[in-house]
Structure formats: structure tokens, C-alpha cells
């Protein structure tokens, strides 16, 4: 392996001196600006990574729900998953190595890791629409390159399409085509199956208006979109002909704001949903009668599906092992409806996706989102082989029940979260049960709640346990959260530092929206007070 080599073509793509990025859950995200550097060096991890797997690893240039000026990029380990975490803090050492040292940390990393440098390497990539990365994943393709790497460069794509394309071509194929085709024929002719058990007579209300943050989800719904025509009618806005990504649109904006996306037109009880730029998360909504708006997060998203789930594992008669993994910002209405109600079990983990699928795959069928609509369900390699064989032999209702769970094992993209795959997963279930948006909205009423952010000086003064549900440290701090939330019915209140920035993030839940909005504040005073809050003291809302 030539360091001499990369030393010279990294000479094109500097480290500004003293700019230090952190590889998170998220990989790499700024300022397009600062990112040539990182993509270059991304690239040559990416070449380790599948050397040292011997198999193919994907590089995903995107900057998700971020501003339009941003970017980012993660690399995708072999069953389509995140990069492992050992690998994030190679990206980190690499990406904050001064140019000098840069080949040093490379060749550390190769024999920590104990990569051969004569296996051959395998890396596809994909980007999303921003103006900055058709520029930016030619800097990856420098990388690669430069240490010898194959590669295939499959241009525009959404992040979930890319973490598909990993999956198939380390699976032989046997999860699918790695082709835009191949993902579009299967999804499709899932759900194509799914809803031919349709009543006719729930035809008028088989369509959903789409805004698509002016990203890649156009496109790509727009290639869709001849596959399943006459199973779904799809309007797609903020298609990105007009205007800017994520700016006033999109997942984020609508789930921060609680209000609908400029330029979408929304009738009274229509069915909506908005995907982030790179749609790995979706979110539905409506207007009720009286014009007031509706969010459908992704709690009642994952109720939705696994209630669903359920119901037919019931009719075939298989007591498989299905679990709801949630996050500490689950709303706690929807934790009560599915271990109550739906006799679902619920487990807590870490913020984060990584952390959810990780523990989703504990289960036979595990169902994750978070409450931003970023999620999927996953089902263990036996249970898929399972009901496919009984989908295959069984004729009765147990059969028919059987062949639908089949057609959604091969809708979700077990790989990742995916907004498209998410949204005709929803679109089916709410088909199949004759349920409108409101009716979904309805299986139960959210707790209201209020989020708030408290600048620190130092966010990392603030240690937690208990899935991030209880603060250890600083002293005090925890013991006054509780004696603060003793005030308020159905409360509970729970303070996490940020992974990115000094700030402590806040949220609060009770039976009114102004005990939230109180217990909210208050909270916030005493993570001012007590964990080294700086600028303005925290002001109420209410």
C-alpha cells in the first residue's frame, strides 16, 4: 500500500489547520465548505473497512434534515447497517489528523485492525441532491481510488436505497437485486400482494400527498411511482423543482414546528406525510374539520405496525417474540396503549438508531421509531423462513394471514429505516384494516409535552443511566426532577446532554399542556443552576 501516494493526493484535498469533527450516530455533518478533506479520507477508511470485512461497504454523501449549506457523510457496514462503533472513533482519528500525520494514523489503523493490504476492496457510493455533492463524493471516489479500491458509483440515491444496495450485493443477492430497479420491484410487488386483499369499496381514499423536502425522495418516489399506480394514487410537493431542501418542508420541520409544510394544499381529513431530505423518516398528518393540525409521530406509527403484527401472528398461531423498542421521548401514552392494551412488551433504550436496532434485533420481530419517524420492523432470518414456508403450504385464513406478514417482511427495508418503504407499509395496513387517519389517530391521545434546550458550558457534566431516563450526575440534580415532577399528574420529566453541542436537552410530560410547559421550565432552572448553565437564564413560556 502506497502511503507516499495518498500523501500526495491528500496534498489536494487539505485539512483546514486545527478543524476538529467528531464521526456520530449521524457520521460527519457541517458546512459543505469544511467537508472535501473528510469525503477524501472517508474514502480511504471505507477501503480498510472492506479489506479488513471482505466485503462491500457503502459511503453515503448526506446531510439528512440538515440545511440545504450542509453536509455529511456515513459509511455502511455490511448487512446495511451503521459502521461499527470502534470504526467511528478510527473516523474521528482520521478526520482530525493534521495533513502530516494523516498516513501515520492511516497505517495505525491497518495494523490495530490487522487489514491486509493485498485483499481486494469493494465500495459503492451514493449522494443525495444537495448542490455540494456530486463535487464532494468525487473527493470519496479520490480515496478509494488512491489506495487501490473497487468501486461502483450509483449517483443520486436515498441514504435507506444505499443501505439496500450493501445488503444485497453481502447477501448474494438473496435479500434482493442491487439495483435502483431491483429495490423498486420489490417493494412494489410487496405491496402490490399486500393490498390485494382490499375491499373495493375503500377505493376513494387510496391516496396521500407526499412532501418531500425538496430532496432525493422525489425522484426516487417518482420512479416508484408506475410500480404500484393502481394501488395508491401518491402527490408528491416540495419535489425540489422550486424550493430549497429542508427549508420550510420536510420530517424535522413539521415534527419541531407541529404545523404542515409550505407549499402543500391541505383539505379537511386528508392524509398526508412528509420525509426528510434524504428519506430515511417520514411523518404523517391532517387537518380535522375545524382546520386544527394533527401529527401522527413515529410512536403511533410503530403502534400501528406492531399492533398490526400482532393481529396476525394471532390468526396463524405462531407465539413469536415481538418487542417495541422505544426511546425516553416516546410519548408516554403510547408506551401505556401497547403494553396495556395490545400486551406488546416495551423496552427503553439510548437516543440514537443505532442503539434502537441494536436491540430490535433481540427479538424474533423487532419494531423501532422514534418519535422523529425515523424507524423500521426487523424479523430474524428464522421467523422470515418461517412464515414464507407457511405462506407457501397454508390455504385457510392461517394461510392468508400468513402470506400477508410475508409481503411485509419483504416491504420493510430491514437495512434501515426508509420513509418510502415505511410510508406503503402504513399506506397498506391502513387499507387492509378500513381505518382513516383520524380512526389511527384515535387509538389513543398523546400526553401533552414540551421540549426545551439549556446552554451549558460543559454538556459532559451531565452523566446518565436508565436509557437516559435518570441524571447521576451533577449531584442533586436528579433528586430535584423528581420532587419537581411529584407536582404535576401523569408527569415525568428526564434531562440527556446533547451528542453534539453544549446544550442539555429538557423534556417533560403531564395531563395538561400547561403543566408541561411549567414542569418544563422549572426543570430547565435547575439544569441552569445546577450543571453550569451559561448566557440567559431560562425564561417561561407559558
Known sequence: ?????????????????????????????????HLDHIMFRMGLLAVLRSKQTRATIGVMVTASHNPEEDNGVKLIDPLGEMLAPSWEEHATCLASAEEQEMPRVLAAIMEKEAVDPQQAAFV??????????????????????????????????????????????????????????????????????????VSCSGDENRSVKVDCANGIGALKLK?????????????????????????????????????????????????????DGDADRIVYYYCDADGHFHLIDGDKIATLISSF???????????????????????????????????????????????????????????????????????????EVKIKRLAQEAEDEKGKAAKMLASIIDLFNQAAGDAISDMLVIEAILAL?????????????????????????????????????????PPGLQEAINDLVKKYKLARAFVRPSGTEDIVRVYAEADSQESADRLAYEVSLVVFQLAGGIGERPQPSF
Open 1 to 33: 500500500m502506497d502511503l507516499e501516494a495518498v500523501s500526495k493526493r491528500s496534498a489536494f484535498h487539505a485539512k483546514p489547520q486545527g478543524l476538529i469533527l467528531q464521526y456520530g450516530t449521524a457520521g460527519f455533518r457541517t458546512n459543505a465548505q
Open 124 to 197: 459503492v457510493i451514493g449522494r443525495d441532491t444537495r448542490p455540494s455533492s456530486e463535487k464532494l463524493s468525487q473527493s470519496v471516489i479520490d480515496g478509494v481510488t488512491v489506495l487501490g479500491g473497487q468501486l461502483h458509483d450509483y449517483g443520486l440515491l436515498t441514504t435507506p436505497q444505499l443501505h439496500y444496495m450493501v445488503y444485497c450485493r453481502n447477501s448474494g443477492d438473496r435479500y434482493g437485486k442491487a439495483t435502483i430497479e431491483g429495490y423498486c420491484q420489490k417493494l412494489s410487488k410487496a405491496f402490490v400482494d399486500l393490498t390485494k386483499q
Open 223 to 275: 420512479e416508484m411511482e408506475h410500480y404500484f399506480s393502481q394501488g395508491l394514487l401518491v402527490q408528491l410537493f416540495n419535489d425540489g423543482t422550486e424550493g430549497r431542501l429542508n427549508h420550510l418542508c420536510g420530517a424535522d420541520f413539521v415534527k419541531s414546528h407541529q404545523k404542515p409544510p409550505q407549499g402543500m394544499e391541505m383539505k379537511s381529513n386528508e392524509r398526508c406525510c412528509s420525509f
Open 309 to 383: 403484527l400482532k393481529e396476525l401472528l394471532l390468526e396463524i398461531g405462531e407465539s413469536l417474540n415481538i418487542g417495541v423498542v422505544q426511546t425516553a421521548y416516546a410519548n408516554g401514552s403510547s408506551t401505556r396503549y401497547l403494553e396495556e392494551v395490545m400486551k406488546v412488551p416495551v423496552y427503553c433504550t439510548k437516543t440514537g438508531v443505532k442503539h434502537l436496532h441494536h436491540k430490535a434485533q433481540e427479538f424474533d420481530i423487532g419494531v423501532y421509531f422514534e418519535a422523529n419517524g425515523h424507524g423500521t420492523a426487523l424479523f430474524s432470518e428464522a421467523v
Open 433 to 473: 384494516k378500513g381505518l382513516t387517519v383520524q380512526q389511527w389517530d384515535a387509538i389513543y391521545v398523546d400526553l401533552p409535552n414540551r421540549q426545551l434546550k439549556v446552554k451549558v458550558a460543559d454538556r459532559r457534566v451531565i452523566n446518565t443511566t436508565d436509557a437516559e431516563r435518570q441524571a447521576v450526575t
